[in-house]
């Protein structure tokens, strides 16, 4: 994991072995977005707050490791880390559902079906992991 200034952290996609924003889209997707407000805009400080909390659940596993805990132990703590970026993940698509799909939806036009093929993407990229 890299950490960049656009996006703040990129990860590398093992089935494509490309760069990917923390998001979950690809590199050059993320950049045509517009920098509005977005669906997750009115619960950012929540988020940031569960951002938080995921991110010492991961310096924990670091600890873990460091302090030679028991494997099964690292394992417990690492299903809940995935567990709760999977929470996150989920709220942040139905928060995108809600407002951007549904914008798009309102406008008409060939926007509605771009994020539509968006969100299908998402879904599929979460159903992967």
């Known amino acids: 994991m890299t950490t960049t200034e656009a996006t703040g952290l990129t990860v590398t996609d093992p089935a494509t072995d490309a760069a990917t924003p923390a998001d979950g889209t690809p ?6 977005h517009d920098h509005g407000v977005h669906g997750y805009h009115k ?11 995921i991110e010492g659940q991961i310096r924990g596993l670091q600890r873990m490791v460091d302090e030679d805990v028991y494997c099964i132990d690292i394992l417990t703590q690492v299903s ?5 970026l999977q929470s996150f993940a989920l709220q942040l698509l139905e928060e995108h559902l809600r407002h951007c ?29």
């Not at 590199?27 to 045509?32: R, V």
């Not at 008409?108 to 159903?127: H, L, P, S, Y």
């Open 80 to 84: 809940a880390s995935t567990k709760a």
């Open 43 to 53: 619960q950012k400080d929540e988020h940031l707050k569960r951002l938080r909390r």
């Open 27 to 32: 590199a050059d997707d993320a950049q045509d």
């Open 101 to 129: 799909v549904k914008d798009a939806a309102l406008k008409g036009g060939d926007e509605i079906d771009a994020k539509v093929e968006e969100a299908t993407k998402a879904i599929a990229r979460m159903m992967r992991t």
